[in-house]
């Protein structure tokens, strides 16, 4: 008797606060008027008026301004942190999983989990007021494995973009909910400033990936970008070492492609972690490179056991044994990293063994 007496009282409580959220939202929607509000972006650089009411994010956006935001304003990534240096409402529990306590102190924000309610004054570095949005058609597809395929856009308008290898854009995908928003890096060179290439892998049910997947040529495509934190190493006597599993190629082939057609001579080694030879794709392309540049090596590794019908006589087990074994200590040297985040985590403890700095390590999980 108290027990149900106590799941009833639980279940009321439950259901009052519920409630209570539910009409708080629908009031601030429908019922509370922010009017104007001002929006400063760096210190008068940028200054805008807006309809408060709106998350800092989609109103940077409506703005032409591009934040980057892989998870499309979920509040899941981390990506989409800027300065508030006013009016940005107290810290809400949603952010600070992604907030150091440093970027804390200095105002960090998740620019989409703040709501514009009044005058606000933010900081924006220059690399995100470059960003731009870019219309393309489906110049190719091409399958490189059975989930993962290539996807070539060519620029509309003879627009160019301006990338450094590494970076990636935002491509916006149709949803049930309205356009979203995922994240994909450029596999084409710098040297090609009116493609943008991509690789991508079909993650089931996924909105972004299923809509790549199915595109064809002469579809039209929109994104925004170039984003990301990648920086090529300008001393040519630094060595390049890049390591990727599965879709984490794209970047790598990008940051390989333009090292080469500037540097001919430039030492860099590519590491490659497959699970069986399915999984392999762009070997062929990156031996031809090898031969044409003697000091660029390739080493794929797969991580199953070989079936008998398989052959292979490359390495085999995790990607960072294969690291490991083919790199000497103490070279000057700069890594970018792509895959998923037990692979990302057991490549960087090799390399800050074999003596890089964290600061020469990059990386981007996914
Ligand atoms: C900086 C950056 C660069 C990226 N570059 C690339 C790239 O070059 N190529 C590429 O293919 N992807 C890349 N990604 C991943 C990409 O942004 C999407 O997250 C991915 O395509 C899944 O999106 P979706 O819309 O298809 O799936 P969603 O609709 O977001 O998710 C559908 C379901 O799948 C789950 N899910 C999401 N991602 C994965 C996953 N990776 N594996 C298994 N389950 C998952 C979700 O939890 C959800 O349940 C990158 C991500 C980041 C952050
Ligand atoms: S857009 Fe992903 S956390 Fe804000």
Redesign the pocket.
């Known amino acids: 008797m108290s027990f149900s007496i106590y799941l009833y009282s639980v279940l009321s409580f439950s259901g009052l606060v519920i409630l209570l959220a539910a009409g708080l939202m629908i009031a601030e929607r429908f019922l509370i008027n922010y009017g104007i509000c001002k929006l400063d972006i760096n210190a008068g650089e940028k200054p805008l008026e807006l309809e408060g009411g709106q998350t800092l994010l989609s109103s940077l956006y409506a703005n032409e301004i591009f934040i980057p935001s892989?998870?499309g304003g979920k509040g899941s990534?981390g990506?989409c942190k800027i300065t508030v240096t006013s009016g940005g409402g107290p810290l809400l529990p949603t952010e600070t999983p992604y907030l150091t306590r440093k970027e804390i102190r200095s105002g960090a924000r998740l620019a989409c989990q703040v709501k514009i309610r009044e005058d606000i004054y933010v900081r924006i570095p220059e690399d995100f007021l470059n960003v731009k949005l870019f219309n393309a058609t489906v110049e190719s597809t091409r399958r490189l494995t059975y989930d993962?395929k290539e996807i070539r856009l060519k620029l509309d308008d003879s627009q160019e973009i301006s990338q450094r290898p590494g970076q990636?854009v935002q491509v916006q995908?149709p949803s049930p909910d309205g356009p979203?928003f995922?994240?994909?890096?450029i596999?084409s060179p710098t040297y090609e400033p009116t493609v943008v290439e991509?690789?991508?892998?079909?993650?089931?049910?996924?909105?972004?990936?299923?809509?790549?997947h199915n595109l064809n040529a002469d579809d039209k495509v929109a994104f925004t970008g170039p984003?990301?934190d990648f920086y090529l190493n300008e001393d040519p006597s630094v060595e390049i070492i890049c390591v990727g599993g599965?879709?984490?190629m794209?970047?790598m082939k990008n940051i390989i492609y333009s090292l080469y057609d500037r540097w001919p001579n430039r030492s860099c080694w590519l590491f490659f972690g497959c699970r069986t030879t399915e999984d392999i794709f762009y070997l062929e392309r990156f031996k031809d490179l090898e031969r044409k540049h003697p000091n660029f090596h390739v080493i794929y590794a797969l991580s199953d056991e070989l079936k008998p019908e398989e052959k292979w006589d490359g390495e085999t087990g995790f990607i960072h044994l294969a690291v490991d074994k083919h790199l000497e200590h103490g070279i000057p040297r700069q890594a970018f990293l792509?895959g998923?985040p037990l692979m990302i985590e057991a490549v960087t403890r090799v390399l800050e063994e074999k003596g890089l700095r964290p600061d020469d390590i990059f990386y981007?999980?996914?």
């Open positions: 892989a998870c990534c990506h993962i990636y995908a979203v995922r994240a994909y890096s596999s991509l690789v991508v892998r079909l993650v089931p049910g996924g909105i972004g990936s299923t809509y790549l984003y990301g599965g879709c984490g794209a970047p792509c998923p981007d999980e996914f």
